[in-house]
């Protein structure tokens, strides 16, 4: 599989897609109900199927990653060739601590910055395909968003 299956949890408020993925593929109620309890094999390769379809939809539309962990926050642009990172990083030689999963902390920073604090922009290629690199990233802890921080952050490199 290029990504993974997904969980119980995960598939569950995805009945009506998973359905109409069914339907797609020509299943209809009493196939499903016959393969899940005759052919596990069968059942479990159409739950894979589904998956990667999910997946790889999700992946397609990932524009912007962050990964924030005490001392660091990084961001991510996804374009179609390249992720371009914008990053702030604590220097703790002063003992500072902040930690970027804390937004308050995060909000009082970019608008009071302090000394110790290194903001940084990056670019690179991607190693392979797209959204297989951008799944592995969310895999590692990244979480998508929505870009307003990237933003903010790319423009204080700028500064």
Not at 80 to 99: T, V
Request: glycine share 6%.
């Amino acid at each position: 599989m290029k990504y993974r299956r997904l969980t119980l949890e995960e598939l569950e408020p995805l009945e009506n897609e998973f359905i109409d993925f069914l339907v797609v593929n020509g299943i209809i109620a009493d196939d499903w109900k016959h393969l899940l309890a005759h052919d596990l094999e069968k059942s479990n390769q159409i739950i894979d199927a589904f998956s990667e379809v999910v997946f790889e939809g999700i992946m397609g539309k990932t524009q912007f990653l962050e990964f924030r962990s005490i001392g660091e926050l990084i961001t991510f642009s996804c374009t179609d060739d390249l992720i371009y990172m914008a990053g702030i990083r604590i220097d703790d030689q002063r003992g500072l601590k902040i930690d970027f999963n804390d937004t308050p902390a995060v909000k009082k920073l970019l608008a009071q910055p302090i000394g110790g604090v290194k903001v940084f922009m990056d670019q690179k290629k991607y190693k392979g395909n797209r959204e297989k690199e951008i799944f592995d990233m969310i895999d590692k802890g990244c979480l998508i968003s929505d870009g307003k921080l990237f933003k903010t952050i790319a423009t204080a490199a700028v500064d």
